[in-house]
């Protein structure tokens, strides 16, 4: 099946830096997704983004299929950005996201 | 408009004891999915749906079992729990035939003791 790896594994920012976070996969994908795991375990749905730049907010995503791999930026970090990121991607021809192990993300004030 | 619900959220096993793990979706999304998720592994897939009726594993099915006899429900069984099933369970689901608009239920703490 399709390998998902994220770097780095771990990050600690100031309030107010920037950071971009990857996402590798090894097979050619038709969707490719980005969670945010909060502190309290909730997982959100940030981005659903097959290929190109998405924005929302302080957050966007690119995802360069051709070249297997997609990226999360995060401007201007706060506080509440902590938690951990995950990228999801489906084997081709698959449905079923497999999931990297994600990026532990801590803002400090 | 609820989402996904997972029942209970904290459980606490002795090794050997069987329990039921309850997802439920009010969204009417045909997929769902039971992840199981520890220390630096990110979410394994364990079983999934795509249907009512249906049901089929995923990465680490072995000492689970799993029935969606209505489409709103997907139930995770441990037949017998051993140490190694201590993790944080959760529940996702999705519209037919798409994997983006993925939900999570907010998870279960099983201890196995």
């Known amino acids: 099946g399709i390998q998902v790896e994220q770097s780095p594994p771990d990050l600690i920012l100031q309030e107010g830096a920037n950071s971009t976070l990857r996402c590798n996969f090894s097979?050619?994908?038709?969707?490719l997704q980005w969670f945010h795991q909060n502190p309290w375990g909730q997982l959100i749905n940030l981005f659903y983004?097959?290929?190109g730049t998405k924005q929302n907010g302080r957050l966007s995503a690119t995802t360069v299929a051709t070249e297997r791999y997609s990226l999360l930026y995060i401007s201007s970090s706060q506080t509440t950005d902590s938690g951990v990121y995950f990228c999801a991607a489906p084997s081709g021809g698959s449905y079923i996201p497999t999931f990297g192990r994600g990026t532990s993300l801590i803002v400090h004030p | 408009n609820a989402g996904v619900t997972q029942t209970p959220k904290f459980r606490v096993l002795k090794t050997g004891q069987s329990m039921t793990l309850l997802c439920a979706q009010d969204?009417?999304?045909?997929?769902m999915y039971w992840y199981r998720q520890d220390p630096g592994m990110g979410l394994r897939l364990i079983h999934y749906s795509v249907g009512e009726g249906t049901t089929a594993k995923g990465e680490v099915p072995d000492g689970y079992n799993v029935s969606r006899l209505k489409k709103q429900n997907f139930l995770l069984g441990l037949e017998s729990a051993a140490p190694s099933q201590t993790s944080v369970y959760f529940c996702?689901?999705?519209?037919?035939?798409?994997?983006?608009?993925?939900?999570f239920g907010s998870g279960t703490r099983l201890t196995v003791v």
């Open positions: 969204m009417n999304h045909e997929y």
């Open positions: 983004i097959p290929s």
């Open positions: 996702a689901s999705s519209p037919m035939g798409q994997s983006y608009g993925y939900t």
């Open positions: 097979d050619s994908v038709n969707n």
